[in-house]
């Protein structure tokens, strides 16, 4: 498919203008980070990528370093003691996904496709592959993410990341593209503390970060 060829170009200049054009509200975020808490600026999580590999995804640090460790955010008692009044606002704006921007710029995302599953999502994986899903690069939004994001349950997740793969063209990804825009600005599918009101487990992108 010609389009799949050119994806990947595509999605690098992409990347690289919205690195360079972004770079004054990544660097206001960073220091809103740090005048706010100790810890880290970047928060470094396992994901899968295409086939099943694995990377390294960069967000924004939200979470105090008291946090405990390696519980996600939905196993948290009250979650908002851990959440920092800056990233809850990055989370509600989504904007702790923008260092994502550089996990695309090398390559390991694609601006538009399935959210990464966390490395231990072995429910969500599983049903990915039924679809074929687990097969094209993981992007920084894609078709789930503006059909019910956290609210969804696993296997519909799957589906709608499977039918994104089957329909899979430039004005799909130009759909997907648009969606997210009207989906952050209403703040659809955002679940904080929760797996979200369909389901019982999430591929939450919301894992305690430290």
Same mark, same amino acid.
């Given at each position: /498919?010609?389009? %799949?060829? *050119?994806?990947?170009?595509?999605?690098?200049?992409? @990347?690289?203008?919205?690195?360079?054009?972004?770079?004054?509200?990544?660097?206001?975020? /960073?220091?809103?980070?740090?005048?706010?808490?100790?810890?880290? #600026?970047?928060?470094? *999580?396992?994901?899968?990528?295409?086939? *099943?590999? !694995?990377?390294? #995804?960069?967000?924004?640090?939200?979470?105090?370093?008291?946090?405990?460790?390696?519980?996600?955010? !939905?196993?948290?008692?009250?979650?908002?003691?851990?959440?920092?009044?800056?990233?809850?606002?990055?989370?509600?704006?989504?904007?702790?996904?923008?260092?994502?921007?550089?996990?695309?710029?090398?390559?390991? /995302?694609?601006?538009?496709?399935?959210?990464?599953?966390?490395?231990? *999502?072995?429910?969500?994986?599983?049903?990915?592959?039924?679809?074929?899903?687990? @097969?094209?690069?993981?992007?920084?939004?894609?078709?789930?993410? %503006?059909?019910?994001?956290?609210?969804?349950?696993?296997?519909?997740?799957?589906?709608?990341?499977?039918?994104?793969?089957?329909? #899979?063209?430039?004005?799909?990804?130009?759909?997907?593209?648009?969606?997210?825009?009207?989906?952050?600005?209403?703040?659809?599918?955002?679940?904080?503390?929760?797996?979200? %009101?369909? @389901?019982?487990?999430?591929? @939450?992108?919301?894992?305690?970060?430290?």
């Amino acid at each position: /498919m010609k389009y %799949i060829e *050119q994806k990947r170009k595509i999605d690098f200049i992409l @990347s690289l203008v919205g690195l360079i054009v972004l770079s004054p509200l990544f660097i206001g975020i /960073m220091i809103a980070i740090k005048l706010e808490s100790k810890g880290p #600026i970047f928060f470094k *999580q396992k994901r899968v990528g295409v086939n *099943q590999t !694995h990377f390294k #995804i960069l967000k924004f640090r939200t979470m105090k370093i008291d946090t405990p460790k390696d519980t996600p955010t !939905h196993l948290l008692l009250d979650p908002d003691l851990y959440i920092t009044k800056v990233g809850k606002f990055l989370r509600k704006t989504s904007l702790d996904e923008l260092p994502q921007i550089i996990n695309i710029l090398k390559g390991d /995302m694609a601006v538009i496709g399935p959210r990464p599953a966390l490395w231990n *999502q072995y429910d969500l994986i599983e049903e990915r592959e039924k679809y074929g899903a687990n @097969s094209v690069t993981p992007g920084l939004t894609g078709w789930a993410q %503006i059909n019910g994001r956290d609210e969804l349950p696993i296997e519909y997740k799957a589906q709608l990341d499977g039918y994104y793969v089957e329909k #899979i063209s430039f004005w799909m990804d130009a759909r997907c593209f648009i969606g997210t825009l009207f989906s952050v600005a209403k703040g659809d599918g955002v679940v904080e503390g929760g797996t979200g %009101i369909m @389901s019982k487990e999430v591929a @939450s992108s919301k894992e305690t970060d430290k």
